[in-house]
């Protein structure tokens, strides 16, 4: 299938800024594997088959077991996710749906026991990013 629309051509500045807000997670002191773990599960939401691939691929490059990318779309029925993976899988659901499940003050205390306030920002550019390339993906490819 033929791209309808090559974002990034049409949007060039657009595109390289998305990227360098992506590559700025290199930096970032958050684990790869839960950076992964967190684009694979905004992709299924979403329902973006090429960044489902893509993301399944890096996850498997880091070493991320079969099990935990096949379990991904049932963790809160999985006992095999850490605390940090959990609350960070909830944050990214919260997020991608956060007209109808916005951060409650709960959840934020709880991200804020398990977070650095640095990781917790470094979370939502990440979340925003996966949503990003899904949507242009989803909606032009």
């Known amino acids: 299938m033929n791209r309808r629309i090559s974002y990034k051509k049409m949007a060039p ?6 990227l360098k807000s992506e590559e700025s997670m290199k930096d970032s002191p958050l684990e790869p594997k839960l950076l992964e773990l967190i684009k694979i599960r905004v992709s299924q939401i979403n329902g973006c088959a090429f960044c489902l691939n893509m993301h399944t691929k890096d996850a498997r490059g880091l070493g991320e077991s079969e099990e935990r990318i096949y379990l991904l779309n049932a963790w809160r029925d999985s006992k095999i996710y850490s605390d940090r993976e959990r609350a960070g899988l909830e944050f990214a659901e919260s997020l ?3 007209s109808a499940h916005p951060v409650s003050d709960e959840h934020f205390v709880r991200m804020k026991a398990l977070f650095s306030d640095k990781e917790i920002v470094d979370l939502v550019f990440a979340i ?3 949503n990003s390339w ?3 993906n989803i909606t032009l490819s």
Request: proline share 0%; aromatic share 6%.
């Open 13 to 18: 500045a657009a595109f390289e800024a998305l």
């Open 134 to 136: 899904n949507r242009l």
């Open 128 to 130: 925003n990013n996966i």
């Open 96 to 98: 991608t749906h956060i």
